[in-house]
């Protein structure tokens, strides 16, 4: 559910600035009332905000009623809708356009459901190097890995990145059951040492959702570094600004 708004600087034209791109974390709503509209108020002679972008799967559907609440509400609140398959020249062209207005809608939304929605994801977050010996390649180390957490866990989003001296992997699943988004070098050589990035929301408590992604890093062919690990519930949202 990941969304995204692009920012123009309004800059003279012998100045060259690339466009930005905001992406909330996919958890996010009511990003028209907390953050285009307070930028369209404060920033106008800065920059032109461009219209909301929702980013969907075409074939997500959720049977728990706390993430629908939110995934209902991030598409009612979207200036555009972008599903896979759709062409992203035409997309781009209709972002930049000007024929969209940015922030057409606002949400009347119930903070207090907001927060227990949220609330039901556990985040975790974690670095791990693996030292391999023998040397491995990255898609025979986090191949496995993802096969056996994806059973227990009821994933919103989990992304995975792996980097050695041979590449770097990355892999992504949005829902269980699917097969993961891979980019990189499924074919690289065998390495000793792996960078391996986890980055999963998923519906849990934060204590087991850890303790299966410890057990099954232990389970790796590899010794391990934890460099980095942490694991929480969202904290309620509170907006500094809400127009």
């Known amino acids: 559910?990941?969304?995204?708004?692009?920012?123009?600087?309004?800059?003279?034209?012998?100045?060259?600035?690339?466009?930005?791109?905001?992406?909330?974390?996919?958890?996010?709503?009511?990003?028209?009332a907390t953050t285009l509209r307070p930028l369209i108020r404060d920033h106008r002679d800065r920059f032109g905000i461009a219209p909301l972008t929702v980013v969907m799967h075409p074939r997500r559907t959720f049977d728990n009623p706390d993430l629908d609440f939110l995934y209902r509400n991030q598409l009612a609140e979207a200036?555009?809708?972008?599903e896979r398959g759709d062409s992203v020249q035409t997309w781009m062209d209709r972002l930049l356009s000007g024929s969209v207005p940015a922030g057409a809608t606002?949400?009347?939304?119930?903070?207090?459901?907001?927060?227990?929605?949220?609330?039901?994801l556990a985040w975790l977050n974690a670095r791990v190097t693996a030292h391999a010996a023998p040397p491995i390649s990255?898609?025979?180390?986090?191949?496995?890995?993802?096969?056996?957490?994806?059973?227990?866990i009821r994933?919103?989003?989990?992304?995975?990145?792996?980097?050695?001296?041979?590449?770097y992997l990355k892999a992504a699943l949005t829902a269980n059951g699917q097969?993961?988004?891979?980019?990189?070098?499924?074919?690289?050589?065998?390495s000793a040492r792996h960078e391996i990035l986890l980055n999963l929301r998923a519906l849990a408590d934060p204590e087991t959702l850890r303790a299966i992604v410890e057990r099954e890093f232990a389970a790796l062919p590899a010794r391990l570094t934890w460099q980095h690990v942490q694991c929480f519930r969202p904290s309620a949202p509170a907006p500094y600004h809400r127009m």
């Open 179 to 190: 097969d993961p988004m891979v980019e990189g070098a499924l074919d690289a050589s065998p």
């Open 106 to 120: 606002t949400l009347d939304i119930d903070y207090a459901r907001y927060a227990g929605a949220e609330a039901a």
């Open 138 to 152: 990255a898609a025979m180390l986090v191949g496995p890995l993802l096969d056996r957490l994806e059973p227990q």
């Open 155 to 167: 994933i919103v989003h989990l992304k995975l990145f792996a980097q050695s001296d041979a590449g």
């Open 79 to 82: 200036d555009l809708i972008f």
């Open 1 to 32: 559910m990941p969304l995204g708004s692009g920012i123009r600087p309004s800059v003279p034209s012998n100045v060259q600035l690339k466009n930005m791109l905001v992406s909330p974390r996919s958890s996010e709503t009511d990003i028209v």
